[in-house]
């Protein structure tokens, strides 16, 4: 039931040795039917590393007029952990708006990660956050978006449509 055993990820056996901690299984909608991934959390000395690892994103376009790039982006942990696809020009409106339970702006929800950068398709990051702890983001959603973050934009930073969607769940915690 859990693919990530047969997915010989490269820090899965790392974090299986944590104590607490929550995995996400990303998977693309129809915006990028070839997407997948996974996100772990992990309880580090006061706070939590994020650790993401992405295949199949989509190639970098630029910008142009009021058209948004496609890439870096934007990353976040989202309010439900439902992944529905709904409508497919706009995927995955199932898991509602941004994580935001200290009622921070945009830009400061204990829910905005850094954005993902494609290198061919594949991403890999990992980053320390003291904005929650592991129990807190279990049956949340995480959200991959076509565009970056400008972390300004109000209330989701105009990150535009959502590629990919995986529900956090816990393991040990
Ligand atoms: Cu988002």
Known sequence: MMNYYQYGHPGYSYY???????FAQIQGGPLAP??????????????????????GLPSYKEGKGDQNPIGPHGFHLHEKGVCEIGDP??????????WNPTNHPHGNHA???????SNDGYAKMSFFT????VKDVIGK?????????????QPSGDAGKRLACGVV????V
Do not use: W
């Not at 070839?34 to 994020?50: A, D, I, M, P, S």
């Not at 020009?89 to 941004?98: D, L, Q, R, T, Y």
């Not at 829910?111 to 950068?117: K, S």
């Open 16 to 22: 299986r040795s944590a104590p607490n901690m929550a």
């Open 34 to 55: 070839g997407l997948k991934g996974y996100v772990f959390f992990r309880e580090v000395q006061n706070g939590v590393e994020v650790y993401a690892e992405i295949t």
């Open 89 to 98: 020009k706009e995927p995955f409106s199932s898991a509602g708006g941004h």
């Open 111 to 117: 829910g905005d990660f850094p954005v993902l950068f």
């Open 130 to 133: 003291n904005k929650f702890k």
């Open 141 to 153: 959603g995480v959200i991959i978006h076509q565009s970056p973050d400008d972390y300004r934009s």
């Open 169 to 172: 769940m816990g393991y040990g």
